[in-house]
């Protein structure tokens, strides 16, 4: 190499660093932001995060800079969290700072900061206080859903009976059962299993969420300033949310047809009864976008997140079967095989409540939560973290604290057991999140969870295809959430 060569090398080598240093101070916005990877111009940290395997990268730069540290996707600043200390001491701590949402880029185009889930402000708390008054007012967390779920598992049984014992696939058995306990809150009624538009509607949730969470996915949330303006994979999600929304607009307009201001008859009713009396106000955040974005986010929560997790459970006790035998004589002991399972024998049951903890710790369904953002400048461990900042609490590193589980990384019910066999509450067990945004729906999942499992496991054994040592409970997409594998059992009569 020449020297004139050499020079110039050193000259775009020095003011790279420059550069780099500059965007660095520049994104900081001024802020004594946590520790952590320098990033690139432009791209970020994307020598230090695999696009496909997001969580992962991210574990390792905790391995490195600790529970709270920076890192640049393209040229967004994102603080990470880890651990439950950390986790709690901004999400419950300091709750009010860390309540601020944040909307993946893969979900943007959908929502744009409407409905319940991905709103800010005053149209989050106006949204939010009004869907959990409408979920209570219809019985969530109350003898009225659950007579609704016991009906249904009732109907989810009788689906099994039809397989006579030969393998099948659960996916969409689950995910029709579940979704019709949120559909007769928010349509007023259930459907049939073999409706046609249910089961394309049900086929576009289990993609949504796949695709949510794969490679192109985590790529496209990254990397969005540019994707964004370039068509592929990465455009699908929304293809499949706006037939979704289309489908809830649709409904909408019918329940318009045949509103009763005074009876309402479910959600979608209840939020035209509120957009009516608030016409006049030029405030009001009860308009035709947020009731459709709300609608969708209701719906698409209360169905995919207890699936997957019910997905998840009967793999894990196959794979498992001396846990899957301690269930079954807990279910006979207690209630025995005529007994329609309820909620209140949950208190008797310490040993199946501590597998249905196990259960959603282990799958880990949500691991990087969904995006949180600080409402104002905030001081946190001695940094300054400017309002608007993206924050990332890592619940797959609460779930898996080896500080408050005793068998952080392996299927073990004891985690939820003290040493006389009863159940022991954790507060280091999150799978809804924690603070202010708390999965609104949460009393009604912990019911469904409860009342599926039981009421399945009293009338059948699980049998795998393949021996339980070669399950395989590894995730097929990880990355917005841990997609359950694909498998196949039977279903045998007890």
Known sequence: ????????????????????????????????????????????????????????????????????????????????????????????????EFSGRKTNPTLERTFKGYGVVFSNGERWKQLRRFSLTVLRNFGMGKKGIEERIQEEAQFLLEEFRKTQGKPFDPTYFFSRAVSNVICSIVFGDRFDYEDKEFRALMEMLNNSFQKMSDAWAQFYDIYADFLKYFPGPHTQVYDIL??????????????????????????????????????????????????????????????????????????LLMKYPEVQAKVHEEIDRVIGRSRVPNIEY???????????????????????????????????????IPQGTEIYPMLTTVLHDPTKFKSPNSFNPENFLDENGRFKKNDAFMPFSSGKRICLGEALARMELFLFFTTILQSFRLKPLVDPKDIDATPQESGFANIPPSYQFCIIPR
Do not use: W
């Open 1 to 96: 190499m020449d020297v004139s060569s050499a020079i110039t090398l050193f000259l775009v080598t020095y003011f790279c660093f420059l550069v780099a240093v500059s965007f660095k101070k520049k994104l900081s916005h001024g802020g004594k932001m946590p520790p952590g990877p320098t990033p690139l111009p432009l791209i970020g940290n994307f020598l230090q995060i695999k696009a496909s395997e997001t969580t992962k990268s991210l574990l390792k730069l905790r391995d490195k800079y600790g529970p709270v540290f920076t890192v640049y996707f393209g040229r967004r600043p994102i603080v990470v969290l880890c651990g439950h200390d950390a986790v709690k001491e901004a999400l419950i701590d300091k709750a009010e």
């Open 346 to 384: 949950r208190s008797q049951m310490p040993y199946m409540d501590a597998v249905i903890h196990e259960v959603q710790r282990f799958s880990d369904l949500i691991p990087m939560d969904v995006a949180h953002m600080v409402t104002r400048d905030t001081e946190f461990r001695g940094y300054l």
């Open 242 to 315: 706006e037939d979704m929304r289309v489908f809830v607009a649709k409904r909408a307009k019918q329940n318009q047809k045949t509103l009763d201001l005074n009876c309402p008859r479910d959600f979608i009713d209840c939020f035209l009864i509120q957009m009516e009396k608030e016409k006049d106000n030029p405030a009001s955040e009860f308009n035709v976008k947020n009731l459709e974005l709300t609608t969708l986010n209701l719906f698409f929560a209360g169905t995919e997140t207890v699936s997957s997790t019910l997905r998840y459970g009967f793999l």
